[in-house]
């Protein structure tokens, strides 16, 4: 009877700690399901701040579209003008007086011309490569997300650092384009 009562009383000292164990494992639980709640809402923030960084990305574009769309209109009247210059050179090579001087200011209107489309093909270039760079930020950005929720909202803030410097940068080449254009223009 004693060695029942022995047994009995083991059991019970078993099963005590065993209820303190479930007891730390419980608060442990807890404090898993609370920092993870932490977690989820810090996510959410760096969500909406990647939404915003979106928002602001896309009005660039437009922008950045608005000026490629001025780019091809004054690449157009720089074509109209080439057309003209080869008109003008047919009226020259009928008039045999000023044969010489004709054809040397063709010449050199010809060469600055050309210059003149290079640069703005490398202003294209320029912005396509901007635009290559934003998009491939967004999708670095995307599966930094997939990847690691825990430091989405570290990667946030460097990712907006980085997006609003390639911003500012492409603005300066676009204004750089622009001044060369006019310049061109004015010439």
Do not use: P, W
Request: aromatic fraction near 2%.
């Amino acid at each position: 009877m004693e060695e029942k009562l022995d047994i009995i009383l083991l059991e019970l000292g078993k099963l005590d700690s065993g209820q303190k164990e479930l007891i730390t494992r419980t608060v442990r639980m807890e404090k898993g399901q609370n920092e993870l709640l932490d977690r989820t809402e810090n996510l959410e923030i760096g969500q909406k701040e990647l939404i915003g960084c979106t928002d602001n990305l896309g009005k660039g574009q437009k922008e950045l579209i608005t000026g490629l769309k001025q780019l091809t209109i004054r690449t157009e009247k720089l074509e109209k003008g080439q057309n003209e210059l080869i008109t003008g050179q047919k009226q020259l090579t009928t008039r045999t007086e000023n044969l010489e001087k004709g054809q040397t200011e063709l010449i050199i209107g010809q060469k600055q011309l050309t210059t003149r489309m290079e640069n703005v093909e490398t202003g294209l270039d320029h912005l396509s490569a901007g635009q290559n760079e934003i998009k491939d930020l967004i999708k670095h950005t995307t599966t930094l997300m997939t990847e690691n929720f825990t430091y989405i909202r570290k990667d946030m803030k460097a990712l907006a650092f980085d997006v609003n410097s390639d911003v500012e940068l492409l603005f300066k080449e676009v204004a750089d384009v622009k001044r060369r254009v006019n310049k061109l223009e004015n010439k």
